[in-house]
Structures are given as structure tokens and as C-alpha cells.
């Protein structure tokens, strides 16, 4: 039987959002146990909180200072060998900082820093170890998109000509238009969130998966974001022009703002040959368009599906697959990285895609302060 890869965990206490999607995400496949961590910055909180999901509580820590301190008089057959940061966004940087600093492994939440100087501190520190450093930008890891990716890969559709990509919230809508609300939501104060809201909560995530499908780099953006209100520092929706050359162009689309909508990412891109579109609300359907044949819906877990996509499933076709799911597959992703069975390009998001990710938004911001001009990547 192989041994379970021990997982601590910062953030993701009771009162938040993402904790329980990693929690659920880090069994599903059998390879981890949770140890420990700090779930909350109030202690009786965070102890409270441990002994609800059934923790040792002499592995819950007072703050991630003391954890790392704790967990490195333990012998290292018991310490924590990777460790999943969950907080809000600011304290990414610090926790991931000390974290690789003493030779932990670490999964971290998306954006990887607040700034992208930050982005490439991590990247140094990393480059001297010889850890795993994951960035969940969670819907890398569906079953179709990573269908998707290995169509495009094997020229099933062309070379590529038009992205666009759209992701639609509308949460921050009743928020924005309440200053005093405003305060309520650490996504919208600078010094928690950074330099932007919209675009680096879930723009990001459009901008990796360009990337991630379609395995080429973005070159240049012109964005145009809007704030709204002039009393409100944080950008809730933005529109970002995309050139990969100047024959490969498209958009990124993305807001807070678009009263009533829920999750809606769309990503569709399109070839000379045909086009592949995929919905994170349906997200067990690839649409496989083409001029010349009718359109073809793929779906998981068929011999058709690429290998990749394959061992992204665990149940025959007809059970869906969701965000849960698809979080599991990354975890499933750093467990097969640290167990030297990782096979396919893309298992995991990396730190490079978290550092793309920083330069990306601080690139975005950069291009609508400049008045919208084109602002290069690389
Ligand atoms: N990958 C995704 O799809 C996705 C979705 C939602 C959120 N996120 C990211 O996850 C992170 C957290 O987002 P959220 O919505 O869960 O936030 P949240 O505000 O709901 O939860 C944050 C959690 O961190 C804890 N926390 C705060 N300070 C801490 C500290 N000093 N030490 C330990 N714990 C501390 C809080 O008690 C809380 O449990 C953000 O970076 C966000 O961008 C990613």
C-alpha cells in the first residue's frame, strides 16, 4: 500500500470558501491525509475548527511561523511534506516564502503573490530546491479541458487564429454600488487583495487557461477595466485584447459585475480547421465545432478521450465530473509529481504558470493606467 503524502493546510477554515473544495479534493483519490495547520488567525477558532474535522490538535499551529518551527523538530518521516496555502491573496508571498525556504512542498491558491517581483522571489527560491510548487488554478484540471488541450495539441482543430475566453460573476454587483458594503469583502481593499480585483481573482484564471490549452504564450495585451466608482481603487470587469502574433489574436473577458450571472467561464478557441468551446457551467460537454461536419459533443470518460483526459475520470461515462473533481485532479497531479509518476504535460498548474499569472495582471493594470495602449508580456 503506499503511504499517504502528509498535507497541512493555512486557511481554509470553517468560514471560508475555498477550504472545503481542498479538503474534499486532497482524498478523493486516496493520497493524502491532512495533518494539520492554521485554518484561522484567531487561535480558539482555528482549534475549534480542527477538532470538527477531527485533527490531532498538537499539529494546529498558532500561526504559520510556529507550525514551520513545530514541524521541523518533528522527525521527517512524521512532518508535513507539502503544505496548501488557502488565505487571502496577501499572505501567499510570506507563507510560501518561509514555506520553500525550509523544504516544504506547497500548493497555493491563486493569485500566487500580490505582485509579480514577489512572483519571481518565489521562483528563485524555488529554482535551488528540488520541491514541488503547484498554483491551483482549479479548472485545469476537468476531464474536457484537458481534452481540450490534447486536441489542440495534436492539431485536431488547426493552427490556432481566435481566443476568447469569458468569465462572468455577478456577486460583486450589489457590493460595489454600497460603499459601505464595500468593506466587507477583502477582494476589494489593495492592501489584502492587490493591485486588482476582477482581473487577478478570475481574469487570471482566463489567462492560464489560454495558455494552458493551447500551449503557446501570450505576447501582448491592451485592457480597458472598469472601477466603476472613482472611490473604489479595485477594477470589478475588464475587457483585455490578446495577441499571440499579428495573426493569432482574441480576448479575455471578464467581470464581477455582470448582474445575475453565476460562474460563467467560457473558453473557446478557434483553428483553421475547426473550433473547441467548453463551459465551466456544463462542464462535462466539449463542443467540437468545424464548417464542414455537423457539430460533435464529446464527453468524459470514453475511449475516444485522450489518455490524459482518461485518468482524469474515476467512474464510467454518465457520472459528472465538477469543480470538486477537477480540483482532485491537480491534487492527484502533485501526489503522482512527488511519487515520480507524473506522465502528462500539465497535471498540475506550476509556479511558472503562477508567475505568468502575476505578470499578467500587473500587465492588465499597467495597460489601462497607460490609457489602454498595447503593453508587451515577454
Ligand atoms: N481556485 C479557485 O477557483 C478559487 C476559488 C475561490 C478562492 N480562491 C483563492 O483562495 C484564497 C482564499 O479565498 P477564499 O474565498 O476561501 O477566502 P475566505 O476569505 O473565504 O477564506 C480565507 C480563510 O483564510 C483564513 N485566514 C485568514 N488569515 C489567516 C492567517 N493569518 N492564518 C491562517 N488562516 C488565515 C480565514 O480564517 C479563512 O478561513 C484566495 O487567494 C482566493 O483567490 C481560489
Known amino acids: ?45 482555528n482549534l475549534k475548527f480542527a477538532k470538527e474535522i477531527g485533527l490531532d490538535e498538537t499539529r494546529v499551529y498558532e500561526d504559520y511561523d510556529k507550525m514551520i518551527e513545530q514541524e521541523l523538530k518533528l522527525d521527517e518521516s512524521e512532518r508535513m511534506q507539502v503544505v496548501s496555502i488557502l488565505t487571502p491573496n496577501f499572505l501567499h508571498y510570506p507563507m510560501a516564502k518561509k514555506l520553500l525556504e525550509n523544504n516544504f512542498s506547497v500548493i497555493c491558491e491563486k493569485p500566487m503573490t500580490t505582485t509579480y517581483k514577489e512572483a519571481q522571489d518565489l521562483e528563485q527560491i524555488y529554482k535551488s530546491k528540488k520541491l514541488t510548487f503547484a498554483v491551483t488554478y482549479t479548472y485545469t484540471g476537468y476531464p474536457m479541458i484537458r481534452q481540450m488541450k490534447e ?4 492539431g485536431v482543430i488547426g493552427n490556432v487564429q481566435r481566443v476568447d475566453l469569458q468569465y462572468y460573476q455577478g456577486w460583486i454587483n450589489p457590493i460595489i454600488h454600497d460603499s459601505d458594503k464595500r468593506s466587507e469583502t477583502w477582494r476589494l481593499q489593495p492592501d489584502k487583495s492587490g493591485i486588482s480585483c476582477c482581473i487577478g481573482d478570475i481574469g487570471t484564471h482566463a489567462f492560464d487557461m ?39 489574436k482574441g480576448v479575455i473577458r471578464a467581470s464581477q459585475i455582470a448582474t445575475g450571472e453565476e460562474n460563467c467561464f467560457t473558453v473557446a478557441i478557434y483553428g483553421r480547421k475547426g473550433g473547441l468551446k467548453w463551459q465551466q457551467e456544463n462542464p462535462n460537454y466539449l463542443n467540437h465545432l468545424s464548417d464542414s461536419k455537423p457539430l460533435q459533443i464529446l464527453k468524459p470518460g470514453h475511449d475516444y478521450n485522450s489518455n490524459f483526459s482518461k485518468i482524469s475520470v474515476k467512474l464510467p461515462p454518465g457520472h459528472p465530473e465538477g469543480m470538486f473533481d477537477s480540483m482532485a485532479n491537480i491534487y492527484n497531479g502533485v501526489a503522482r509529481e512527488i511519487r515520480g509518476e507524473k506522465e502528462f504535460d500539465g497535471e498540475y498548474p506550476t509556479l511558472n504558470d503562477g508567475l505568468r499569472g502575476m505578470l499578467f495582471i500587473e500587465k492588465a493594470v499597467e495597460s489601462h493606467n497607460n490609457g489602454n495602449t498595447w503593453v508587451k508580456l515577454n
Not at 471560508?16 to 494539520?36: C, E, F, N, T
Not at 466608482?229 to 477594477?235: G, L, R, T
Request: hydrophobic share 40%; charged share 25%; net charge negative.
Open 1 to 45: 500500500m503506499k503511504s499517504k503524502i502528509r498535507l497541512g493546510i493555512l486557511g481554509g477554515g470553517g468560514d471560508s470558501l475555498i477550504g472545503i473544495v481542498h479538503r474534499i479534493a486532497s482524498s478523493m483519490h486516496d493520497s493524502y491525509s491532512i495533518i494539520g495547520g492554521v485554518f484561522n488567525p484567531d487561535y480558539s477558532e
Open 151 to 154: 486536441m489542440i495539441r495534436e
Open 210 to 248: 489560454l495558455e494552458y490549452v493551447t500551449g503557446m504564450e501570450v505576447q501582448e495585451l491592451l485592457s480597458d477595466l472598469n472601477y466603476v466608482y472613482d472611490d473604489n481603487p479595485m477594477d470589478v470587469d475588464g475587457t483585455i485584447l490578446i495577441r499571440f502574433s499579428d495573426k493569432i
